[in-house]
């Protein structure tokens, strides 16, 4: 973003205990973070404390965002919302879009579907509830991409200017780590 980062409105969605906020608060944009995890966000409030940083730090659900239509010039997620089904997505890319302004670009990492899931059941299309082994164990319902899948579902409420993957493996090439970056304009 050029110009003035002070009045440069940034989110990320599922923020955790605040990496990329920090990152952002250190580059000096007018940042926000929501996670629905009270813990998270408290370690993100002392992390950012810690070096007299600010944030706007929320505890909250992103299916439903508590903040003015048209509010945000960026928008980000960082491995949060494949952890909701198809249905849930919908709804959390209608609220992304309502939150950002005309022309604000929305930046999405998500898993795809040849990500590691070992011999995980598949509840639902490319969804897995409780995978028992490999980098998604123990985190509970995912659901996995394909390039369609990011066309049909971003492409309804985003212009999507680029899809591009990142694939790698971990523990000496036994887990493959497949991840879509997906950058978008309203």
Known sequence: ?????????????????????????????????????????????????????????IIGDIINLPFETNYFDGIIDVECIYCNNWENTEIILQEIQRTLKTKGLFYSRTFAEDMFVGDAKCVGKNEYNDIPEGPLKGKGFVRLSNEESIRNLYGKYFNILSIDKLKYTINNGKNTISEYIIICRK
């Open 1 to 57: 973003y050029q110009g003035n980062r002070q009045q440069t409105k940034l989110l990320e969605v599922g923020c955790g205990p605040g990496a990329n906020i920090w990152y952002l608060s250190r580059e000096q944009f007018d940042v926000y973070g929501i996670d629905g995890s009270k813990a998270a966000i408290e370690i993100a409030k002392q992390r950012l404390s810690l070096e007299n940083l600010k944030a706007t730090l």
